[in-house]
């Protein structure tokens, strides 16, 4: 069993920045791959960015690359999604998932543990 906590949320202006933190507690976090999905009022989750269980592989949507850094810390069982020159377009819930892989996940189905989500809220 895996629990997951979301921070670090908030509002914040066009081009801003904010980094979010998922904690992650059990004894096995290194072996899973990490993801951050979000979800925006009236749509579907979506998929932003997830890292492998190594930190070797990433990978973006393409919504978010260059502006977006996925990273984890597995000492510290947390994983962090770095977001640069926010849109009014990212404004969502922002999700944090671990999925029994050691490989990047990008689907929804392939994630096994879900955090509350934190609220990005991104304002003109």
């Known amino acids: 069993q895996v629990q997951l906590v979301e921070s670090g949320g908030g509002l914040v202006q066009a081009g801003g920045s904010l980094r979010l933190s998922c904690a992650a507690s059990?004894?096995?976090?290194?072996?899973?791959?990490m993801g951050w999905f979000r979800q925006a009022p009236g749509k579907e989750r979506e998929f932003v960015a997830g890292?492998?269980?190594?930190?070797?592989?990433?990978n973006y949507a393409d919504s978010v690359k260059e502006r977006f850094t996925i990273s984890r810390d597995n000492a510290k069982n947390t994983v962090y999604l770095q977001m640069n020159s926010l849109k009014l377009e990212d404004t969502a819930v922002y999700y944090c998932?671990?999925?029994?892989?050691?490989?990047?996940?990008?689907?929804?189905?392939?994630?096994?543990?879900w955090g509350q989500g934190t609220q990005v809220t991104v304002s003109s």
């Open positions: 890292i492998s269980w190594s930190a070797g592989n990433r």
């Open positions: 059990g004894r096995t976090f290194s072996s899973y791959a």
């Open positions: 998932g671990a999925a029994r892989s050691l490989a990047v996940q990008t689907t929804t189905g392939m994630y096994d543990y």
